[in-house]
T-cell receptor, first 110, second 114 residues
């Protein structure tokens, strides 16, 4: 049930764009995205619900393809503060626990 | 507003000892989650409570692990006896079950079992 994230790691220069993908073999109710900096707890970024509703971060966008059970997180004009590990968490039933992917490590360099 | 509070932040113990991790969720939240994070396995759900009732404990590794939520403001995760392979960061998260089920994570407890 664990979603699959790709790529495993990305290195960017400041200002460049990145896309992180998350796919599931199960039908999903929602996809959540979190960012974790080294030594810290994961922090909520965004949720995408079945039906197209979204709630989240100002400068980060995401999409959810319900037919393919895939989500993509778009990081545009990356900043140094974007560095960290990004996790997607998938929810099969509303209000249930999340299954997290193994994470994508993102490093933004000056 | 205080976030999710976990204690202790670090715990070093010897194999065979009992370990108790504590969590205070955000006031008003009715869902509570215990996760374990390791490099090898990533972020794994151990157990999930809703309105203080355990809903899914299928992630609890074995009988050595137990979790309780005696009231809406407190939960414990106990490991007895502890083993070196239990070494990990244990996160507690809370949220409000419903349409936007975002979870707020505590700072975690780094457990080292020698």
């Amino acid at each position: 049930q664990q979603p699959v994230q790709s790529p495993q790691a990305v290195i960017l220069r400041e200002g460049e764009d990145a896309v992180i993908n998350c796919s599931s073999s199960k039908a999903l109710y929602s996809v959540h995205w979190y960012r974790q900096k080294h030594g810290e707890a994961p922090v909520f970024l965004m949720i995408l619900l079945k039906g197209g509703e979204q709630k989240g971060h100002e400068k980060i966008s995401a999409s959810f393809n319900e037919k393919k059970q895939q989500s993509s997180l778009y990081l545009t004009a990356s900043q140094l503060s974007y560095s960290g590990t990004y996790f997607c968490g998938t929810e099969i039933v509303s209000g249930y626990a999340l299954n997290f992917g193994k994470g994508t490590s993102l490093l933004v360099t000056p | 507003d205080a976030g999710v509070i976990q204690s202790p932040r670090h715990e070093v113990t010897e194999m065979g000892q009992e370990v108790t991790l504590r969590c205070k969720p955000i006031s008003g939240h009715n869902s509570l989650f215990w996760y374990r994070q390791t490099m090898m396995r990533g972020l794994e759900l151990l157990i999930y409570f809703n309105n203080n009732v355990p809903i899914d404990d299928s992630g609890m590794p074995e009988d050595r692990f137990s979790a309780k939520m005696p009231n809406a403001s407190f939960s414990t995760l106990k490991i007895q006896p502890s083993e070196p392979r239990d070494s990990a960061v244990y996160f507690c998260a809370s949220g409000t079950s419903g349409r936007h089920n975002e979870q707020f994570f505590g700072p975690g407890t780094r457990l080292t079992v020698l």
